[in-house]
Every structure is written in C-alpha cells, then in structure tokens.
C-alpha cells in the first residue's frame, strides 16, 4: 500500500495536481521612443494591478492560468491593451508605450547657452498653468524652427538687426535632465556672424511643433561671443 500511495503522488506531482504553483508576470515597462521608465504606468491583469514610478521592472504574481485581458495606462501615454497567456512559472513580457502629449502644458520656456567653438545649445522645458515645470512626460515627435537676430538695443527695449540664422534646430534627448530633456542645437557653421559689425547679443525666436499644438518662446539675449 506505501508503494501504491508513493507511485500515486509521483504521478499526480508530475501532473500539478494538488499544488498551487505561483504564476507571475513579469517584464520592463518604458517609453517607446526614449527607453525610459513610465512615470505612474498603471498595469492592470487579471483582476490584479501594479503602479511605476520610477522603476522600469514591473511583476504581478498570483494570477490564474488562462488568456488574460492586459491594459496598461499613464499620464500622456497611449492606453495599451493585449492579450496575455498566463502559465505556471513567470510569463516575461517587456511593454512599451507610446507618448501621446505633455501633461498639463501650458507654455514652453527655452534657454540658450553660446558654447565656444560648438555653436548655441537650447534647453526646452514644459510648464503647467501654475508656472511649475513639469518633470514627468514621454518623449514625442516634435521639430523645432528658430530666427535669431543680433539685437539692437537692450534687452528691454530692442529691434532686430540682421538675420544670422533661420531654420531647424537639431534635437537630442537627455535622460538624466530634471526638466530640460529636450535639448537642441544650432551649429556654430550655420550662423552668418560678422565679429567686426555684429553685436554681442541675439534675440531668438523659437517655434516648437507638435500634434498637441505649437509653442513659441523668444530669449532676447542670447549672448553671441565665442
């Protein structure tokens, strides 16, 4: 009879009977364009859910076996949803998102810096209706157009003198900025100065395009010394 009962439960081990293995799904949620983690990325399955800040991980345990119904949500982001086949064991999925606009936009403010020999770095941030820089958005298509001028005047009380440039402005990505992620460039090549007749300082104007709508911001002294 021991044998019987030993043989028995060797059998029905091996066929998961009378055990509750865990069932966990587990990946790395991150926004599509930059890789970064989703602020506040909501992950929703099964009837249990699971809420990022700053991690990219994500793991949800005690679900059931079966197809399961997964929606994941975030300020700014695409709502994704998918079906899921949950097994025994850990079930890896790696979601990204898609951002769709900036939270809470109100304007846009965009510091210029001359750097020596490389040509005017900008730093674009987003700002809510309190006048509080927004820190958490995804990233999103979007170009930049700018005109810089040298400036007659001061910086109170200007005209603009002579085009030095007019056009697209080279954009890059900064992950570890707090609010100014999205850089951008104007290379020093591409701006007509004359040292001898020029004055030291610009005015630049600065259109920023995207699906939510168009931005604009002018810096009425961008320093032009190098």
């Not at 043989?7 to 599509?32: K, S, Y």
């Not at 695409?78 to 790696?94: F, H, N, P, Q, Y």
């Amino acid at each position: 009879m021991v044998g019987i009962a030993v043989g028995l439960a060797a059998v029905l081990g091996a066929l998961g009977v009378g055990q509750n293995p865990e069932r966990i799904l587990a990946g790395e949620v991150t926004d599509a364009m930059s890789g970064d983690p989703v602020y506040m990325a909501r992950i929703v399955i099964g009837g249990r859910s699971t809420i990022r800040y700053v991690d990219k991980e994500y793991r949800i345990t005690h679900l059931r076996h079966g197809i399961h119904t997964l929606k994941v949500t975030a300020p700014g982001y695409e709502t994704k949803t998918t079906e899921v086949a949950i097994k025994r064991g850990v079930t890896s999925l790696d979601i990204r998102l898609d951002g769709k606009e900036i939270p809470n936009l109100d304007h846009i403010i965009v510091f210029a810096d001359s750097v020596p020999g490389v040509g005017i770095r900008l730093d674009i941030r987003f700002v809510n209706q309190g006048g509080v820089g927004i820190k958490h958005f995804p990233r999103i298509p979007m170009t930049i157009e700018a005109k810089l001028n040298i400036r007659l005047g001061t910086r109170e009380k200007y005209t603009k003198g002579r085009l030095i440039y007019s056009g697209p402005v080279e954009l890059a990505w900064d992950s570890e900025a707090i609010l100014g992620k999205n850089k951008g460039l104007i290379p020093k090549s591409k701006l007509h100065l004359n040292s001898k007749t020029d004055g030291r300082y610009g005015v630049l104007e600065v259109i920023l395009h995207m699906n939510q709508r168009d931005f604009k911001d002018t810096i009425s002294e961008v320093l032009l010394e190098w």
